[in-house]
């Protein structure tokens, strides 16, 4: 048994028994795939695949119980690889971080410099998802640290710990009925902004739960003419006149965006929580746990060692 066999299997599960998919990833041959898999198989006395022909299909039962431990072989030999670099180049290294769109726009440039001038000689990779996208990276190894704020505390392979809170806000043009209502002293209410036509953010993005809780429990029925991934995408449309804006507070940049204005929302939907989260099992090598308190500073590496160690399902408050 071999790691380039478990690599061969793992890979052939991720990628939907599409062997050429695997061939490319492992820099390998098709023909060399099916040996790795089938060597494996025979060492271990049991088929791994359903097959027609010479086509894989799916797993078989066997297989579907082997998978995780498969699973944990990789991900030990990856923490073995890590742990001893960290030994060796304690100060350098690649550090990969998974965020969503506004995450990486709007929270992580400041402890991105921050950690960049006191770890200069760590190579930063920066990835950019959905937050299921964001997981899913995480889980796959391909992404060191994961940051969003939803989903990532629903999968219990992940140790997802909270970073901070915030809420949104309501972007309108200055010359807005909204904005008049403001200067006059009105109070903002969900029976006044479902009077107009909205742009936010797509569902499973930035806190579109909260919006979508807050309309419901008011009754109303939003009028949802655009959604984006993208504040900076939302905020364009607004000025174009096609409708309100609800985006995340931090989004908002009084210089930057000065033909609009910004309405304290938070009375409206309820407070959203920023995750970061860690693939459980895996080793993090000390400049990690810089970046995670440069990017959280109550996240500190007692924490979040802490954190790790913990059973699944265990919620943490900031």
């Not at 890979?11 to 998919?21: F, K, S």
């Not at 030999?77 to 690649?94: I, T, Y």
């Not at 209502?181 to 936010?200: K, M, N, V, W, Y």
Request: hydrophobic content about 45%.
């Amino acid at each position: 048994m071999n790691f380039q066999q478990l690599r061969s299997v793992r890979e052939a599960v991720r990628r939907g028994c599409n062997l050429t998919e695997v061939a490319n990833a492992l820099h390998t041959s098709q023909p060399g795939v099916s040996r790795q898999i089938r060597e494996l198989e025979d060492e271990l006395g049991v088929p791994l695949f359903v097959r027609a022909g010479k086509r894989l299909t799916g797993l078989t039962e066997p297989g579907r119980a082997l998978l995780p431990i498969i699973e944990r072989l990789m991900l030990e030999s990856e923490n073995l690889r890590r742990a001893s670099a960290d030994h060796a180049h304690r100060a350098a290294g690649p550090l990969s971080i998974a965020a969503t769109h506004s995450q990486a726009r709007y929270a992580l440039p400041q402890a991105v410099r921050d950690f960049r001038l006191s770890h200069p000689e760590v190579r930063l990779q920066l990835h950019q998802g959905s937050p299921q996208q964001v997981a899913q990276m995480l889980l796959e190894g391909s992404a060191d640290i994961g940051i969003a704020t939803e989903a990532l505390a629903h999968y219990p392979q992940l140790v997802a710990l909270p970073c901070y809170a915030w809420t949104h806000a309501v972007v309108v043009p200055r010359d807005h009925a909204l904005a008049v209502d403001a200067e006059r002293g009105s109070a903002l209410t969900l029976q006044r902004l479902a009077q107009f036509p909205l742009i936010t953010y797509d569902g499973g993005y930035t806190g579109r739960s909260h919006i979508d809780e807050g309309f419901a429990k008011a009754g109303l029925v939003p009028d949802v003419v655009l959604s984006a991934m993208d504040a900076d995408v939302i905020k364009t449309y607004v000025e174009l006149g096609l409708g309100v804006g609800i985006v995340a507070s931090i989004a908002f940049d009084a210089e930057r965006d000065r033909g609009l204005v910004a309405l304290d929302a938070r009375h409206l939907f309820a407070v959203n929580l920023t995750r970061l989260a860690i693939r459980r099992g895996a080793y993090l090598r000390g400049y990690a746990f810089d970046f995670i308190g440069t990017f959280a500073s109550p996240l500190t590496p007692e924490v979040v060692q802490q954190a790790l160690e913990s059973a699944p399902g265990e919620d943490y408050e900031i």
